[in-house]
């Protein structure tokens, strides 16, 4: 153990040696015991501000205190969610714009996918599609070549 250790354990943990770290509370026992100037001095340090801190007192609340939070408390409870209108309002708004975001995207996609080039093949019926016209159906040139 040295002074300068000793000095950060009792700076951290106070002058009593029941709060210093088990491990190392023998070996900071033996240096205060062996009269280390440092240590000591350390020591001293600790027992001053324990000294200080435990003069600190702070007085109980008056009873004035007390009266003005309970006059500045709340006399009836708050209002349920569903009937603060604008809360309400605002999430009416945002389902609506959901529901017509929906709406027309749909009306776009019946409207731009392309029609089926013929009804010859019967077992795909109406659901045939040509995806060659559509974003998914790839290139139209073929560029392979360059």
Do not use: C, K
């Amino acid at each position: 153990m040295t002074p300068e250790r000793f000095r950060h354990i009792t700076e951290a943990y106070g002058a009593s040696p029941d709060r210093w770290p088990e491990h190392e509370r023998d070996a900071a026992l033996a240096l205060v015991n062996a009269g280390d100037e440092e240590a000591l001095a350390a020591l001293a340090d600790a027992r001053a501000l324990d000294g200080l801190l435990d003069a600190h007192a702070i007085a109980a609340p008056g009873a004035e205190l007390a009266r003005r939070i309970i006059e500045s408390a709340p006399t009836r409870p708050p209002r349920a969610f569903w009937r603060r209108p604008r809360i309400w309002f605002s999430g009416v708004g945002f389902v609506g714009a959901g529901a017509a975001g929906v709406a027309v995207g749909a009306l776009l996609v019946s409207l731009l996918a392309p029609a089926p080039a013929s009804m010859d093949n019967a077992h795909f019926g109406v659901f045939e599609q040509s995806w060659s016209g559509t974003a998914f159906g790839g290139a139209s040139s073929d560029w392979s070549d360059q």
